[in-house]
């Protein structure tokens, strides 16, 4: 992506795409019939796969999705990212349950809302684990059971239901697409029956993935239509064959393949060489995918507002036996200890430190509810004993932070170990965001780490006004 005020966008209007959805609705509907009923168990792994990952959203209704597996991205962008999500998407994403809940029946449902005001709200959440990489010789399989938002015609002009993969160093950099890698495993616009997956990679524009198009091909969903019925879309990363292979699946039919030998030798390793990708899943409203598809806006006066995404499951498997790692136990509390420990993986609340500098304590109106801590400005710091990494390195920092400070006015979050006069292994910048007690989830690369360790939440800023609160905190 370009650093100029006007970055290209992330995924814009990919001609080959556009040309093919124009006749999509000639393609026969052939092919296996839709799974039912709605609600489906995550499939049993198969002989000779593992099971890496998967959520069944399995919960109560109007719950959020689990807090362990996922995080939000809030608002128009990311902080410091490109605006408008970098693809010209109209929507403002929360973390409210009018816009992403668990229905009470084993799926989650993204829903666009057009408020009275006439602005749409959605909501994209992500992966807390950026490392879903298949190991050397074995094949990676991601796979979600998903029907799209059921509208069509002109009533679901500007729909953009996503299920995607970004390359972990994405996260809290925002400058490094298409270079780090994007598998979108199914996308759809507007409404038509049809499933797009694409491979964005390289450089912007043209380069070896022709972006801002991306390397993509599309096909109507098999039996049902997208939008009347759930199907399994599944995307499979294959380094157990030379040239290694990237494929698309629907309902396991195979409509797309990229070989790694239609790719340079640098592309396909800045995408491939990196710790491995986090999943997305987001409905957006507008932006250049379905307004070029359209050929016009969208959304427009006859959008409807209210239809959701509905997601089944997500689960990743790995071909041969996943490696466990080894986890160190966190330590018990002892009377010498009375800290005890926590588990760096696990959401820290902010209010649970063991010492601090500065820094006050308040009812907060994010979701869950509880305490956030407040007042922080410059020299202020939190400090939590005992906490354990465990032996396999984290690589991410993300906190839950909001602010109202003034314009202009700024600071960073960072993260030491073990003495306030160590350097920082990772910050982030942090302004404004909208109120005190509007909230965001950022992200941050940080140094390699494992063991266990004093963990300091610090805080600099050129300036002495009090400039953000934090709510929780948590490592991947």
Same mark, same amino acid.
């Given at each position: 992506?370009?650093?100029?005020?006007?970055?290209?966008?992330?995924?814009?209007?990919?001609?080959?795409?556009?040309?093919?959805?124009?006749?999509?609705?000639?393609? %026969?509907?052939?092919? $296996?019939?839709?799974?039912?009923?709605?609600?489906?168990?995550?499939?049993?792994?198969?002989?000779?796969?593992?099971?890496?990952?998967?959520?069944?959203?399995?919960?109560?209704?109007?719950?959020?999705?689990?807090?362990?597996? &996922?995080?939000?991205?809030?608002?128009? =962008?990311?902080?410091?990212? %490109?605006?408008?999500?970098?693809?010209?998407?109209?929507?403002?994403?929360?973390?409210?349950?009018?816009?992403?809940?668990? *229905?009470?029946?084993?799926?989650?449902?993204?829903?666009?809302?057009?408020?009275?005001?006439?602005?749409?709200?959605?909501?994209?959440?992500?992966? +807390?684990?950026? *490392?879903?990489?298949?190991?050397?010789?074995?094949?990676?399989?991601?796979?979600?059971?998903?029907?799209? %938002?059921?509208?069509?015609?002109?009533?679901?002009?500007?729909?953009?239901?996503?299920?995607?993969?970004?390359?972990? %160093?994405? +996260?809290? @950099?925002?400058? =490094?697409? /298409?270079?780090?890698?994007?598998? *979108?495993?199914?996308? @759809?616009?507007?409404?038509? @029956?049809?499933?797009?997956?694409?491979?964005?990679?390289?450089?912007?524009?043209?380069?070896?993935?022709?972006?801002?198009?991306?390397?993509?091909?599309?096909? #109507?969903?098999?039996?049902?239509?997208?939008?009347?019925?759930?199907?399994?879309?599944?995307?499979? &990363?294959?380094?157990?064959?030379?040239?290694?292979?990237?494929?698309?699946?629907?309902?396991?039919?195979?409509?797309?393949?990229?070989?790694?030998?239609?790719?340079?030798?640098? !592309?396909?390793?800045?995408?491939?060489?990196?710790?491995?990708?986090?999943?997305?899943?987001?409905?957006?409203?507008?932006?250049?995918? /379905?307004?070029?598809?359209?050929?016009?806006?969208?959304?427009?006066?006859?959008?409807?507002?209210?239809?959701?995404?509905?997601?089944?499951?997500?689960?990743?498997?790995?071909?041969?036996?996943?490696?466990?790692?080894?986890?160190?136990?966190?330590?018990?509390?002892? /009377?010498? @200890?009375?800290?005890?420990?926590?588990?760096?993986?696990?959401?820290?609340?902010?209010?649970?430190?063991?010492?601090?500098?500065?820094?006050?304590?308040? !009812?907060?109106? *994010?979701?869950?509810?509880?305490?956030?801590?407040?007042?922080?400005?410059?020299?202020?710091?939190?400090?939590?004993?005992?906490?354990?990494?465990?032996?396999?390195?984290?690589?991410?920092?993300?906190?839950?932070?909001?602010?109202?400070?003034?314009?202009?006015?700024?600071?960073?979050?960072?993260?030491? $170990?073990?003495?306030?006069? =160590?350097?920082?292994?990772?910050?982030?910048?942090?302004?404004?965001?909208?109120? &005190?007690?509007?909230?965001?989830?950022?992200?941050?690369?940080?140094? #390699?780490?494992?063991? !266990?360790?004093?963990?300091?939440?610090?805080?600099?800023?050129?300036?002495?006004?009090?400039?953000?609160?934090?709510?929780?905190? !948590?490592?991947?």
């Amino acid at each position: 992506m370009s650093t100029t005020a006007e970055p290209p966008p992330r995924r814009r209007t990919r001609l080959r795409t556009v040309i093919a959805a124009v006749g999509v609705a000639l393609l %026969p509907v052939i092919g $296996l019939a839709a799974m039912d009923p709605a609600r489906a168990a995550v499939p049993s792994t198969p002989s000779g796969w593992s099971l890496v990952w998967a959520d069944d959203f399995n919960g109560a209704a109007n719950s959020l999705p689990s807090s362990s597996n &996922w995080i939000f991205s809030t608002g128009h =962008n990311y902080p410091g990212g %490109p605006g408008n999500w970098g693809t010209g998407e109209i929507q403002n994403y929360t973390a409210d349950a009018s816009n992403v809940s668990l *229905d009470g029946s084993g799926n989650l449902r993204i829903t666009p809302i057009r408020t009275s005001s006439g602005e749409w709200t959605s909501s994209r959440i992500e992966t +807390r684990r950026t *490392d879903f990489k298949p190991e050397a010789g074995r094949i990676l399989r991601i796979e979600g059971r998903i029907q799209m %938002p059921n509208v069509t015609g002109s009533a679901a002009l500007g729909y953009w239901p996503a299920f995607w993969a970004l390359g972990a %160093p994405y +996260r809290g @950099n925002y400058q =490094n697409w /298409p270079a780090v890698g994007e598998f *979108d495993i199914m996308e @759809n616009v507007n409404g038509l @029956n049809a499933v797009y997956g694409v491979l964005h990679c390289g450089t912007a524009p043209g380069g070896a993935c022709n972006e801002f198009n991306g390397l993509g091909a599309n096909r #109507a969903c098999p039996g049902s239509t997208c939008q009347s019925a759930m199907h399994a879309y599944r995307f499979e &990363w294959d380094r157990s064959v030379t040239p290694n292979q990237l494929r698309w699946y629907v309902d396991g039919q195979q409509y797309h393949s990229v070989s790694q030998g239609q790719l340079d030798a640098t !592309t396909w390793n800045n995408m491939t060489s990196h710790a491995g990708y986090f999943l997305l899943l987001n409905v957006a409203m507008g932006g250049a995918f /379905p307004n070029g598809v359209a050929g016009t806006g969208t959304p427009t006066s006859a959008t409807v507002s209210g239809r959701p995404m509905l997601v089944d499951y997500v689960a990743v498997w790995q071909s041969g036996t996943v490696t466990t790692p080894t986890v160190t136990p966190t330590p018990t509390p002892t /009377p010498s @200890n009375p800290g005890g420990g926590v588990n760096a993986r696990s959401t820290i609340q902010a209010e649970s430190y063991q010492a601090q500098n500065g820094i006050q304590v308040e !009812t907060t109106t *994010d979701s869950g509810g509880g305490q956030n801590v407040s007042h922080i400005a410059n020299g202020d710091w939190l400090r939590f004993d005992n906490v354990n990494f465990g032996s396999t390195p984290v690589t991410q920092f993300v906190a839950r932070v909001a602010s109202g400070a003034g314009g202009g006015v700024s600071g960073l979050v960072q993260v030491r $170990l073990d003495s306030l006069s =160590n350097p920082p292994l990772g910050d982030f910048a942090v302004g404004n965001t909208g109120g &005190w007690q509007s909230w965001r989830t950022v992200p941050a690369n940080i140094t #390699a780490t494992t063991g !266990t360790h004093t963990v300091y939440i610090t805080f600099s800023s050129g300036q002495p006004s009090d400039y953000t609160n934090l709510n929780w905190f !948590t490592f991947s």
